[in-house]
């Protein structure tokens, strides 16, 4: 049974530039949340999916914007990036019935230069 | 506001010896989960133990168990015959069930064993 996985590992940019970034939930799972975790400090919610739609959001301005897709997995879209969107970008995967259980995928590393 | 606190930066503690990271934590929220994560160096968040709100009994898994002690609004974790394993980042972590999505994070707490 395959975990959560996210996609790419790594990632260099420059500024202004887009991103994104894909994260696969966990078998069976419905709901995805996205958590930006800079150099130093806990991971911070970015915003949650479920059922296709964005259901709560974190302090993130708009540049940041997900969308999921049908079988559940999603993508995390960065625009215009700043030098302080570098971070390590983790995706968790949950039952929305069952929110205390997320499992968290390994993680993205972005890096703006 | 709801917020997790963390105080210690980073502790070394001998191999076998058992170690404790403390964690308080700050919500208006009658109904409240608690967690604690190990995250070595691949970054990958790997969850260690749960304990809810109105949990009675402290949550034990294995060598971890969480000291919880809701008057004082804290969570501290207890890991019992440290191993050079153990070496990580640990977070602790809340999840208010008014905004029941959303896990909020402390700073983490980096944890080092000695041979």
């Known amino acids: 049974d395959a975990g959560v996985t996210q996609s790419p590992t790594h990632l260099i940019k420059t500024r202004g530039q887009q991103v994104t970034l894909r994260c696969s939930p966990k078998?069976?799972?419905?709901?995805v949340s996205w958590y930006q975790q800079a150099l130093g400090q806990g991971p911070q919610f970015i915003f949650q999916?479920?059922?296709?739609?964005?259901?709560q959001r974190g302090n993130f301005p708009d540049r940041f914007s997900g969308h999921q897709f049908p079988n559940y997995s999603s993508e995390l879209n960065v625009n215009a990036l700043l030098l302080g969107d570098s971070a390590l970008y983790l995706c968790?995967?949950?039952?929305?019935?069952?929110?205390?259980?997320?499992?968290f995928g390994p993680g993205t590393r972005l890096l703006v230069l | 506001a709801q917020k997790i606190t963390q105080t210690q930066p980073g502790m070394f503690v001998q191999e076998k010896e058992a170690v404790t990271l403390d964690c308080t934590y700050d919500?208006?929220?009658?109904?409240?989960?608690l967690f604690w994560y190990k995250q070595p160096s691949s970054g990958e968040m790997i969850f260690l133990i749960y304990?809810?709100?109105?949990?009675?009994q402290n949550a034990t898994e294995g060598r971890y168990s969480l000291n919880f002690q809701k008057a004082r609004k804290s969570a501290n974790l207890v890991i019992s015959a440290s191993q050079l394993g153990d070496s990580a980042m640990y977070f602790c972590?809340?999840?208010?069930?008014?905004?029941?999505?959303?896990?909020?994070f402390g700073s983490g707490t980096r944890l080092s064993i000695r041979p």
């Open positions: 304990q809810g709100s109105y949990d009675e």
């Open positions: 972590a809340m999840i208010p069930y008014s905004s029941a999505s959303k896990i909020i």
């Open positions: 968790a995967s949950s039952l929305e019935a069952s929110q205390e259980t997320q499992y």
């Open positions: 999916y479920y059922e296709e739609e964005e259901r």
């Open positions: 078998s069976g799972h419905d709901t």
């Open positions: 919500t208006s929220d009658q109904s409240y989960g």
